[in-house]
């Protein structure tokens, strides 16, 4: 199976900064995915990022906010952008099997606002 | 809309005791199922799946029957051990849709 490699693992921010998560998978994958999971939370879908198209957003969530990059099959990127308290999570990129029903997770960043 | 529900945690057991964690959907039509496992500082990683109605799923030990007619999907392991202790997540999805669904996730700490 394909390996996903996301980072950085973890990061503390200041209030009002930017943040880019990058994830690298080693096989060329149509969508990907980008979750967060708030502390003590499930995983909450943030967006769908194809290549060469604008990701897809979830309600709650928008692109000025999270703006994705996928200039290519193997590559995304995820930044929160000016960052406050309530963005501390744990935020996970992810794609799915070629049967489309398993989903494969990155390590996951670990963000916390100051 | 889809929905899981999941047993709260967190859950501490013995070395060697039984665990079940609950798990509980909604969902129309024929959803496939997973147990995902998320160890300290590290991300998901697929512990077991079923995909039709009374399918099981297992792997390490781990068990989980896919029953349609009580909605259910609940994980169970018959001798726990240490390094077992992680967070657990059932998860839902169904076929060529983007949104996969989470539980809460439940917390399992094993003591030697």
């Known amino acids: 199976s394909a390996v996903i490699s996301q980072k950085p693992s973890r990061d503390i921010c200041q209030r009002g900064t930017s943040l880019t998560i990058q994830c690298q998978v080693d096989s060329q994958v149509t969508m990907m995915f980008w979750y967060r999971q708030q502390p003590g939370q499930s995983l909450t879908l943030i967006a769908t990022a194809n290549q060469g198209s604008e990701a897809t957003y979830e309600s709650g969530f928008v692109i000025d906010k999270f703006p994705i990059s996928r200039p290519n099959l193997t590559f995304s990127t995820l930044t929160v952008s000016n960052m406050s308290p309530e963005d501390s999570s744990i935020y996970l990129c992810?794609?799915?099997?070629?049967?489309?029903?398993?989903?494969?997770f990155g390590q996951g960043t670990r963000l916390t606002v100051v | 809309g889809d929905s899981v529900t999941q047993m709260e945690g967190p859950v501490t057991l013995s070395e060697e005791a039984f665990l079940t964690i609950n798990c509980t959907y909604t969902?129309?039509?024929?959803?496939?199922l997973f147990w995902y496992v998320q160890y300290p500082g590290e991300g998901l990683q697929l512990l077991l799946k079923a995909t039709k109605a009374d399918d099981k799923g297992s792997n390490k030990g781990f068990e989980a029957t896919y029953r349609k007619e009580t909605t259910s999907f609940h994980l169970e392991k018959g001798s726990v051990q240490v390094s077992d202790s992680a967070v657990y997540f059932c998860?839902?999805?169904?076929?060529?849709?983007?949104?996969?669904?989470f539980g809460a996730g439940t917390r399992l700490t094993v003591k030697p």
């Open positions: 998860a839902l999805t169904r076929y060529n849709n983007n949104d996969m669904r």
């Open positions: 969902a129309t039509g024929y959803p496939s």
């Open positions: 992810s794609f799915r099997g070629r049967d489309w029903t398993e989903a494969f």
